[in-house]
């Protein structure tokens, strides 16, 4: 079992570009997050994806979107970077929506994350 | 979302049990409590999850307080491996996402 697999593991952008991070979310799994990890802290939601829609999102701004593919991998995009972007982002896949119902169900599958530098 | 109260660090020593502890004064009779951990240059890592009873797996046991308001994750025996940040997280039955706080770093010295 691959588990989750993020591309590319490390990426330097410059401020105003944009970026796209990619996502395979482990074998079984059809729900997708993203978290960002600025250094030192603990990660922060960003939004998850399910049936390819937008089903709960953090606090992030407009600049940050997403996509799910009918394969259930996922993408994230980032515009108008800014030096504060610089982070890990983080994947994690988990059972399908209804399964989250069943006592203790809900848990997290992570990759290993995208290291951005925007410089 | 019902917050977490963590140590910022712990030591200990290999081969020794490690008990990790955790406050969360606030939990809802809904909540689960999850563990969570983060090696080096990688992703976090489910390690165990309770409601009400004590639960114990190959990584670890959870040790949950009787009105649930601590619990404590218990590694048995310590390895070098273990080094790394501990979150305790609740997460309301359904809920379809993490709020970590700054967990626990564990130091574990050979």
């Known amino acids: 079992d691959a588990g989750v697999t993020q591309s590319p593991t490390h990426l330097i952008k410059t401020r105003g570009q944009q970026v796209t991070l990619r996502c395979s979310p482990k074998?079984?799994?059809?729900?997708v997050s993203w978290y960002q990890q600025a250094l030192g802290q603990g990660p922060q939601f960003i939004f998850q994806?399910?049936?390819?829609?937008?089903?709960q999102r953090g606090n992030f701004p407009d600049r940050f979107s997403g996509h799910q593919f009918p394969n259930y991998s996922s993408e994230l995009n980032v515009n108008a970077l800014l030096l504060g972007d610089s982070a890990l982002y983080l994947c994690?896949?988990?059972?399908?929506?209804?399964?989250?119902?069943?006592?203790?169900?809900?848990?997290?599958?992570f990759g290993a994350g995208s290291r951005l530098t925007v410089l | 979302d019902a917050k977490t109260t963590q140590p910022n660090s712990m030591e200990s020593n290999e081969e020794e049990p490690v008990h990790l502890p955790c406050n969360h004064s606030t939990i809802s009779g809904t909540d689960y409590i999850h563990w969570y951990r983060q090696l080096p240059s990688q992703g976090p890592e489910y390690v165990i999850h309770g409601l009400t009873s004590n639960v114990n797996n190959r990584m670890a046991s959870l040790a949950i307080a009787e009105d649930r308001k601590s619990s404590t994750l218990i590694l048995h025996r310590a390895t070098l491996r273990d080094a790394a940040v501990y979150y305790c997280i609740l997460i309301i039955q359904g809920a379809q996402k993490l709020v970590f706080g700054q967990g626990t770093r564990l130091t574990i010295n050979p």
């Open positions: 994690a896949s988990s059972a399908q929506y209804g399964e989250w119902l069943r006592p203790g169900a809900n848990v997290l599958t």
């Open positions: 994806y399910y049936e390819e829609e937008e089903r």
């Open positions: 074998s079984g799994h059809d729900t």
